[in-house]
């Protein structure tokens, strides 16, 4: 099921793509203004209603991008689109869609060539599967996590990255774990089958490069979400130590002394998601305040 709703722009006339410069703002010069337009970009962002996805949407509307975001809740992403729009004045779009769902690619890229033209940014962000570890999660749980951060984002690659080739350019960002590099016991869906994304990005990567596209990972540490609050809870009940204790020694393990900002997440998606960034392809852009302890 899809749901769509402007924010604050209206759809294009059918058959309409042109890119559409912005009004300069106070101070901007026109040559400024000029080259905005022009580096104006695209952009679908999943799970953008709140958290990690929510912020890289934000930071790519303030760079210029005009951005759909996906979750697969109405009201929480409509809500997120006003704000976003509100906030960066920035042309956004809200739809409901759910990536594990076959049928969520087509209507998904079908969305952002109907309203703004060819996609340009593809991040491919979906919420962490519930903690557990690697002997208590059941079938079902493994199968509903690999249709979510492994499957679900393939099909979605596979249909934007030869129209990107095509096009001399394009971006894809997976969002995936710093557990990914420092496994966490008590999050084995996530640290199994974000090894599996990370190791597809990798493939991905090498397939349209030489036509400027590029496929990296953002692996996010510890980030002040509901993810690491659900996270935290589930350690609390487990251990019987307070909430506010796990907190504070999950932050003393952090060289950085606390847990990261989701826009400081936002902003390393961002920069892979630039032109500047065309010569980092295959890569993970680990975003962990110095966690991770290999090399």
């Known amino acids: 099921m899809s749901h769509t709703q402007p924010y604050p722009a209206g759809r294009p006339p059918p058959g309409t793509h042109a890119r559409r410069p912005r009004t300069p703002a106070h101070g901007t010069s026109g ?31 303030r760079s210029g991008h005009r951005v759909v975001i996906t979750g697969r809740r109405a009201e929480r992403l409509e809500s997120a689109a006003l704000r976003l729009g509100r906030d960066t004045g920035g042309s956004v779009h809200a739809l409901v869609n759910d990536v594990s769902e076959p049928k969520s690619a087509v209507a998904a890229l079908d969305e952002v060539e109907s309203r703004y033209g060819a996609l340009d940014v593809l991040v491919l962000n979906a919420g962490g599967p519930p903690p557990g570890s690697i002997l208590e999660v059941e079938d079902e749980r493994w199968q509903q996590a690999f249709e979510l951060l492994l499957l679900g984002p393939l099909r979605l690659a596979r ?115 630039s032109a500047d960034a065309g010569y980092i392809n295959g890569t993970v852009l680990t975003v962990d305040g110095g966690r991770t302890e290999t090399i």
């Open 31 to 61: 040559a400024e203004t000029q080259e905005a337009a022009i580096n104006a970009r695209n952009a679908l962002v999943g799970g953008g209603s709140a958290g990690i996805g929510y912020a890289v949407a934000e930071q790519l509307l």
């Open 159 to 273: 249909l934007a990255l030869p129209r990107m080739a095509e096009r001399g350019f394009g971006r894809v960002v997976f969002v995936t774990s710093g557990a990914v590099r420092q496994p966490q016991p008590d999050l084995a869906t996530s640290v199994v089958v974000r090894s599996a994304v990370t190791a597809a990005a990798k493939l991905l990567s090498r397939e349209f490069a030489a036509a400027g596209v590029t496929v990296n990972c953002v692996a996010p540490g510890a980030t002040s979400t509901e993810r690491r609050r659900e996270i935290l809870d589930a350690r609390a009940r487990i251990t019987d130590v307070p909430y506010e204790d796990l907190d504070a020694a999950d932050a003393a393990g952090i060289p950085a002394g606390r847990a990261g900002r989701p826009e400081e997440i936002g902003a390393a998606v961002t920069f892979l998601a």
